[in-house]
């Protein structure tokens, strides 16, 4: 089984780093796009621009089968560069939730949907809980929308 960013359009390429040590982050966000029920854009564009915990202290990893080259090129937009997009093509979603936990580098894991849209306060009350709590997990609230 091997890991590669997507690259829609010709052979699959290993990722270029920039910074080949980027200092650790606190949180890692896993989001498997698969069954993103059209929300994709807005979901990541909640993580990654609407957040109020610091930008540098957490990552963002897209999970991708590699289905919607369309998608794949406009969510990749949004990433910043320590971000990451990982295809692994044929993957169910439990797969991608799986490989993107082990790609992770953050000391905490927030495992969420891409059709689910985060508050802006997701991440920062994440990790004050976990800094007040001695607990090994949490669920956040899903509100409908």
């Known amino acids: 089984m091997s890991l590669n960013h997507c690259n829609h359009g010709g052979p ?7 910074n080949r040590h980027p200092p650790q982050p606190e949180v890692s966000v896993i989001v498997p796009l ?12 909640s993580l990654v621009r609407e957040q109020t915990y610091p930008r540098e202290r957490f990552e963002v990893i897209l999970m991708t089968d590699g289905a919607d ?11 910043a560069p320590e971000d990451r997009m990982i295809c692994h093509p044929g993957a169910n979603v439990y797969l991608l ?6 790609e ?13 849209i985060a508050e802006p306060e997701c991440l920062e009350e994440l990790v ?9 997990g949490a669920c956040c609230r899903s509100v409908s929308i």
Do not use: M, W
Not at 69 to 79: F, G, H, I, N, T
Not at 129 to 134: G, I, K, L, N, Q
């Open 69 to 79: 080259p369309a998608l794949d090129s406009r969510v990749k937009e949004l990433l």
């Open 128 to 136: 004050k809980f976990f800094a007040s709590h001695d607990d090994d």
């Open 12 to 18: 699959l390429q290993p990722p270029t780093l920039v």
């Open 104 to 116: 992770a580098r953050g000391k905490l894991l927030f495992i969420t949907e891409a059709h689910s």
């Open 97 to 102: 939730y799986n490989l993107g936990a082990r």
């Open 34 to 45: 698969p069954n993103h029920l059209g929300l994709a854009i807005e979901c990541l564009k």
